[in-house]
Every structure is written in C-alpha cells, then in structure tokens.
C-alpha cells in the first residue's frame, strides 16, 4: 500500500498552545495517595512526594495539570485540605463513595506542582457552593496579602501566592451523576456570576465553562449553546470531555475513533461562533478538551465503599489504545488553532500513563505517544493532507490508514512528522515532497510497534512496549520516502543543517 502526505509551510493551521499536553490529578483512588503522595515510601522526599513518580511526570513535559478534579471537585469544601495537618477533617466523598482524609490539599499540590515543572488549573466546586466560596478561593489562591484568605494562605506557610492562571468553572454540570447537577440555565447563569466575580478579584485569569460530558449526552449541542448564550461575556474557553473504550474488541472500528472526536472538536468551534456571532460578539472561544483518554478497561473492577484511596479506575493499557491515543494527540494538533487546552485524563494511576506500587512506577504504553507530542510537538501546525487508502469499520466510512500531522519549528529548526499505520496487515510505504526543506536533514525515525495489539507493560514486564528507532526512512532530493510498519505509531524528525 502506499500513501502520500502534502504539506507547504505557507499553508498553516496555527501555533500549538503548549497546554494541549496538558494532564489531570483528581482526588480519585490513587492519583493523589500512593500515586504522587506516599510518605514512608523509599523514594518520597521532606514533604512525602514520591521522586520516581515525579521523574517519570517530568519526563512528561506536562505544562498544567487540571486538579482536584473532576465529579470529586463538586462537593469539595478546599478549606478541608490546607492548615495543620492534624486538623484536617475526613470527609465521607460521594462522587466515588470513599473517604477523603485530606492529607493533601491546594497549598501541597502547589508545592507538587512547582517540583514537577508545571501548572495548576484549578476547579471551583459549582455543585454544591456558588460564588463567596469560588471568591474566597481565589483570594486565597492568588491576592497576595492584606486580606482574610491571602494572610491565611501565608500563615499557612505558602508567603508567595499560588498564582493559577486558569480556572475550570465545575466539572461536567450537565451529567445528572454529578453532584449539583444543573440545567444548562442554571448553569450558565451560574458560571457568569461566578466568572464576573472572579474576574473583578482578578482580571488576569481566564476561565473555562463546562461544555458536555460527552458528545453522546442527549443535551449535547443544546447544552453549550445554552450554557454560552448565559456566560459567553465572562468565559475564554469551553470544555469537552471524552472517553474511548473497545468493549466490542473490534480493533479497526476501535481505532477509527478518533474521527469521532474530530467531528465533536468542529461541532463545539461552530457552536461558539454560533454564539459569537448571535452576540455580536468580538472574541472567539476557544476549547479546553480538558477530560481525554482511552477508557474502560477497569469498569467492572469492585470497590470497597468508604476505604481510604482503594484501588479505582486502574486501567491496564494495551498497545492499540497507545495507537488511538498517537491519533487522538494528532486529531488535536490539527485543531490547534481552536483547541488550546487540552488535558490527558488522568496522570497518575487513575486511567492514565504513569503506573505505581509501593515497589515502583512504570510508563503505561499511553505514556510514549505522549511523550513524543509534549517532547517534539512544538511550534507551527501545517495543513498535512493525507492521501491515503481507506476502510469501512463497523461505526465508521472511508477511515484512512494513516494519520498524520506535520509541525515546523523555525527556532528549533525542526520539522517534525507524527503518523499513526492503522492498517493491521501492511506496512503503508509514504512519500512526502519537502523540497521546501532542503536545508534539512533526516534525523532520525522512532517508531512503537508492536504484533500484538493487547500486548501491556507491568510492573514485571516494563519494557513490552517500547519506542524502536526505524532505519527505514530515506530523505534524498527533496522527497521523504517513509516506511510505516503495520499497526504502528511513528515520529519522524528532520532538522536544519
Ligand atoms: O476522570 C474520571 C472522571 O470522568 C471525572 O471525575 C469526571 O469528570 C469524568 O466523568
């Protein structure tokens, strides 16, 4: 099979906001405790973080991470979480059913957060508190002194303010599951009081209202022209939140996904330009997919009700989710000029890249697509067209066997090829014109493939699935001749000389 991929770097999408490799720490089983918090734990350093977890974050490049969550964040009281350690409450968690012992809060996830190299967004609790606490909140979180919540903060150790710059307003108010569970009326009226306020206490932040759950909600659409109509004003960027799974372990259709979330990203941009338009409005929203992943291996796992952070949503992930999640990042950078925040749900044990027992913490088969996007996906988004075969799969027409995207990056002087080989047979030979980057040349070709499309990585068997380097690529006169192995994840890389 062959295929081609078009590119002229006159013809741009726009700049990746880095945030779009953004990630997510809920208060939710072992994200927080045992995952980056373990005090006792050989590795933890003076506060009880874990270093190999961290250095694992780190290796990430995750510019902000969403926390604490998530359904957990709407009934957080955050004042729980700061102060004395010994005089923090337990409090009986309903979102998940488990008891929150507080040992952890806003000011030591600051603390987490400067150590590895990131960025809080920080969710206000709108489903059961309203506009005082969200105020009081910020004030503790970002004024710097002279009043009650910010001469709080630096009684409890923290003289600096935290400074968040980006603030979730809710999480998922249209899921009736959620506690304080709203009609996009209520919501939005909401999310513009909240928002007005939080903006007179400081103008400098910007805020992200809750779009739908996910674009299979029956008030999908209506929902974020409704919630806009109310907070358009106040708002810089609606959420989407989405989950895959392979239930029917239908490998061509699973990983044909991606469409799907393509098709949700251009719904939500023409939704708020509906909305933009209606209003007269002179600024264009921009999108926060800030809920992202493969999800599902865990479902049916038993909890124990009311424990202190059980084991919950462990999902083990198998190299074909590490396929769909390489052509998620993908379907992302070629929305770059409207998604400009985006972040992979979650970070740390909860359905997510980085693994931990109390004997070590390994890199999931998820963790490597998006290494490489956070490590090399920086700088200008080319309009790539790719003429490639097609197949139909059960939910889905005419999906191409390569996903591609092409980034340049003048000051680094990179050119930088992702592509996803979804076809399970063939390798995909593709050809590529770069004559306009004849100064460049071929660094070097990674590839992770595997032949098993379930093969994991476990705490035994680290390295099943593991980034190869191809020396199959050519670049000569001009033209990029790339070999794509079947069922295969790859980034090519070409610097200037
Ligand atoms: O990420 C897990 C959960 O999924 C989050 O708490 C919620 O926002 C979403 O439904």
Known sequence: MKAEIIIDKNFIIGDVDRNIYGSFIEHLGRAVYEGIYQPGHETADEQGFRQDT??????????????????FVSNYFWEDGVGPRDRRKKRMEIAWRVVETNEVGLDEFADWAKKANTEVMMAVNLGTRGIS???????????????????????????????????????????PWQTG???????????????????????????????????????????????????????????????YNNIDNDSADFLARNLEMDHFISSVVSICDFVKAKKRGKKDIMLSFDEWNVWY?????????????????????????????GSLLITLLRHCDRVKCACLA???NVIAPIMTSDTGAWRQTIFYPFLDC???????????????????????CDVPYIDSVVLVN?????????????????????????????????????????????????EEDPWQVVPQLSYSTVFAAGKLFMNLEKQSWNVIRLEKN
């Open 410 to 458: 003048d000051e680094e002087g990179s050119v930088t090829i992702f592509a996803v080989n979804k076809n399970q047979e063939e390798a995909i030979e593709v050809t590529s014109d770069l004559r306009q980057f004849d100064n460049y040349s071929l660094k070097w070709h990674k590839v992770l493939q595997h032949n098993d499309l379930k093969a994991v990585n476990t």
């Open 346 to 348: 979650q970070l740390v």
């Open 54 to 71: 961290l250095e694992l974050v780190k290796e990430l490049q995750v510019p902000i991470v969403r926390y604490p969550g998530g359904n």
């Open 374 to 396: 956070s490590n090399y996906g920086n700088g200008t988004v080319l309009n790539t067209i790719v003429k490639a075969p097609v197949y139909d799969s059960k939910n889905f």
């Open 133 to 175: 606490d969200a105020l009081n909140l910020l004030e503790y979180c970002n004024l710097e002194k002279g009043s009650y919540y910010s001469d709080m903060r630096i009684a409890n150790g923290h003289e600096q303010p935290h400074a968040f710059k980006m603030w979730c307003l809710g999480n998922e108010m249209d899921g």
């Open 181 to 243: 569970h709203k009609t996009s009326y209520e919501y939005g009226r909401l999310a513009s009081e909240v928002g007005r306020a939080m903006k007179i206490m400081d103008p400098s932040i910007k805020l992200v209202a809750s779009g739908s759950s996910t674009s299979s909600m029956p008030t999908f659409a209506s929902w974020e022209a409704e919630v806009l109509n109310e907070c358009y004003d106040e708002v810089d960027y609606l959420s989407l939140h989405q989950y």
């Open 297 to 325: 291996h865990s479902n049916n796992a038993p909890v124990q009700a009311w424990s202190e952070h059980p084991h919950q949503l462990e999902d083990i992930y198998n190299f074909e989710d590490a396929l769909l999640v």
